[in-house]
């Protein structure tokens, strides 16, 4: 499959729409390079799921510096020795940060992001993979991680809606919005093929891809 003009890849969605599995598996399709979120690395996330409002703020804040620190490096290197598949976006930082921080902390959270975005490289494409808030409730349940049992259906909610109305604004990089509701590309092959081939004939600035498209 060739996808030479994308060099840096970029797969998002909320928790629970399978971003990091996906991110495996297309790097492994496409020969590509890795680079994940690092979040058992967060001292401040565990204390965070117990207690949003007390640490809400320092979690934002080492997820920031790491994510700029993962993209400064790839900077520094040569990236484009091999196509690198993230499972991050930068530019969706600041929508976690707007659920979770109070008005004082959400000023300086954007006072930092604002002198450090300008370090991230943009990608050459970002899939979107879109759920509805029910279907990730039901995700995050079956993956019975303890930590994100303390994750409440409200902010799941909340959560999935912000995504929405994000990439419904995006416009830094192509986007490839992915309906994961009937489209299984992890668990089925044949789905996993599909979007292949979808992101090798990707024209658009924006598209959208469901099952039968």
């Known amino acids: 499959m060739n996808i030479e003009r994308f060099r840096y890849i970029v797969v998002e969605g909320p928790i629970g ?6 991110t495996r598996k297309l790097a492994a399709g496409f020969g590509a390079q890795t680079l ?6 967060n001292p401040f996330l565990e204390r965070f799921y117990r207690d949003a409002s007390r640490y809400a703020l320092p979690t934002q804040l080492f997820f920031l510096f790491q994510r700029v620190n993962q993209l400064r490096d790839l900077m520094q290197a040569d990236m484009f020795n091999a ?4 499972d991050f976006l930068l530019d969706k930082d600041p929508l976690f940060a707007s659920l979770t ?3 004082d902390e959400l000023h300086l959270y954007r006072q930092l992001y604002d002198q450090l975005r300008p370090q991230a490289p943009a990608p050459d494409l970002v899939i979107y993979l879109q759920a509805q808030p029910e279907t990730l409730v039901e995700r995050v349940s079956k993956r019975g991680i303890e930590m ?3 994750i ?4 799941l909610y909340r959560l999935c809606e912000s995504y929405s109305r994000f990439f419904y604004h995006y416009e830094a990089a192509p ?9 299984n590309p992890i668990a089925r092959d044949e789905d996993f093929n599909l979007l292949l081939k979808r992101v090798a004939t990707m024209r658009g600035k924006r598209e959208f891809f469901n099952r039968g498209d």
Not at 36 to 41: K, R, S
């Open 148 to 150: 994100e049992s303390r």
């Open 175 to 183: 986007l490839l919005i992915v309906n994961t509701e009937n489209l």
């Open 83 to 86: 196509p690198v598949i993230s």
């Open 36 to 41: 994940l979120e690092q979040p058992e690395e």
């Open 17 to 22: 729409a399978g971003k990091t599995t996906l």
């Open 152 to 155: 409440s259906e409200d902010y």
């Open 101 to 103: 921080l109070a008005d």
